[in-house]
């Protein structure tokens, strides 16, 4: 494992808002940090800010970084997308790269 985001992710009846509670977890094969955003139907980008640590369960290494927030849109919100990337060198000094991205709908529109 690369890199894994775990949590919740809240979408409030409004249709503009939503508040998430994530973790990151850096893998123990992965370097350098792991590049995480959130895209809000699909062309709206955040990068939020780390808001602590917790201790690293298994298969994570230093510790888990916690993102907590909330976002409100200035149209209806119809989607939220998660990415992450990680990233390892091999063979020597060839950087490698994989993203993954999930999506949820906003269930209220």
Same mark, same amino acid.
């Given at each position: 494992?690369?890199?894994?985001?775990?949590g919740t992710l809240a979408f409030d009846n409004g249709n503009t808002k939503f508040k998430y509670s994530l973790r990151l977890c850096w893998g123990s %094969?992965?370097?350098?940090?792991?590049?995480?955003?959130?895209?809000? &139907? /699909?062309?709206?980008?955040?990068?939020? =800010?780390? #808001? %602590?640590? =917790?201790? =690293?369960?298994? %298969?994570?290494?230093?510790?888990?970084?916690?993102?907590? /927030?909330? $976002?409100?849109?200035?149209?209806?919100? =119809?989607?939220? #997308?998660?990415?992450?990337? /990680? %990233?390892?060198? $091999?063979? /020597? &000094?060839?950087?490698?790269?994989?993203?993954?991205?999930? #999506?949820?709908?906003?269930?209220? &529109?």
């Amino acid at each position: 494992m690369l890199a894994q985001v775990t949590g919740t992710l809240a979408f409030d009846n409004g249709n503009t808002k939503f508040k998430y509670s994530l973790r990151l977890c850096w893998g123990s %094969g992965s370097y350098p940090q792991p590049n995480f955003y959130i895209a809000v &139907n /699909g062309s709206t980008y955040l990068y939020p =800010a780390q #808001t %602590g640590t =917790a201790p =690293a369960p298994s %298969g994570c290494q230093v510790y888990l970084f916690l993102y907590d /927030g909330e $976002y409100t849109h200035s149209t209806t919100l =119809a989607n939220v #997308t998660l990415y992450v990337t /990680g %990233g390892w060198f $091999y063979p /020597g &000094n060839t950087y490698n790269s994989r993203t993954k991205s999930v #999506t949820y709908d906003n269930p209220y &529109n």
